[in-house]
């Protein structure tokens, strides 16, 4: 052997594992060999290829061409979706704010009335304690009297 020849040997061992068997229906061919065949049956920009796998490979393109305006369209329909919960979000969000800031108001004025109630109890309750005070104290002063005998 040449050492050239070595070498792609050498090349094939360490690259496929080979032990130095051949099977009977194979042929061992130097890899630069191997190319130049391909490149011998590549006629300028085509390939030959058979009928039936030319088929199978426009009909399976055509399929994927499908699937992927399918998906375009998904996604088209999905982005709409998505813009339209957008705007429902943006109205939920300034509706919660007006009602926040009305609820606010309004808060405001039922603390504000609350506390009015709480004055008008408060003086409720001081001028009830005030009469009810009095009365104790005309009941004790009669009742005084009329242990001293003076009624």
Same mark, same amino acid.
């Given at each position: 052997?040449?050492?050239?020849?070595?070498?792609?040997?050498?090349?094939?061992?360490?690259?496929?594992?080979?032990?130095?068997?051949?099977?009977?229906?194979?042929?061992?061919?130097?890899?630069?060999?191997?190319?130049?065949?391909?490149?011998?049956?590549?006629?300028?920009?085509?390939?030959?290829? *058979?009928?039936?796998?030319? !088929? $199978?490979?426009?009909?399976?393109?055509?399929?994927?061409?499908?699937?992927?305006?399918?998906? +375009?369209?998904?996604?088209?329909?999905? +982005?709409?979706?998505?813009?339209?919960?957008?705007?429902?979000? !943006?109205?939920?969000?300034?509706?919660?704010?007006?009602? *926040?800031?009305?609820?606010?108001?309004?808060?405001?004025?039922?603390?504000? #009335? =609350?506390?009015?109630?709480? #004055?008008?109890?408060?003086?409720?309750?001081? =001028? *009830?304690? $005030?009469?009810?005070? $009095?009365?104790?104290?005309?009941?004790?002063?009669? #009742? +005084?009297?009329?242990?001293?005998?003076?009624?």
């Amino acid at each position: 052997m040449t050492p050239h020849k070595e070498q792609e040997t050498a090349d094939f061992i360490e690259l496929k594992g080979w032990q130095g068997y051949t099977p009977p229906h194979m042929v061992q061919i130097p890899l630069e060999e191997y190319r130049k065949y391909i490149e011998s049956n590549i006629k300028g920009s085509t390939v030959e290829i *058979a009928l039936q796998e030319y !088929d $199978r490979l426009k009909e399976e393109n055509l399929h994927l061409q499908e699937n992927v305006w399918n998906l +375009e369209n998904r996604i088209r329909e999905l +982005e709409s979706e998505l813009g339209k919960r957008e705007q429902i979000a !943006d109205i939920l969000e300034r509706i919660t704010g007006a009602i *926040a800031k009305d609820m606010g108001n309004v808060k405001w004025d039922i603390l504000n #009335k =609350v506390e009015e109630v709480k #004055k008008i109890v408060t003086d409720s309750d001081t =001028v *009830a304690d $005030r009469t009810a005070e $009095r009365i104790y104290r005309k009941r004790t002063e009669i #009742k +005084e009297e009329a242990e001293n005998g003076r009624i």
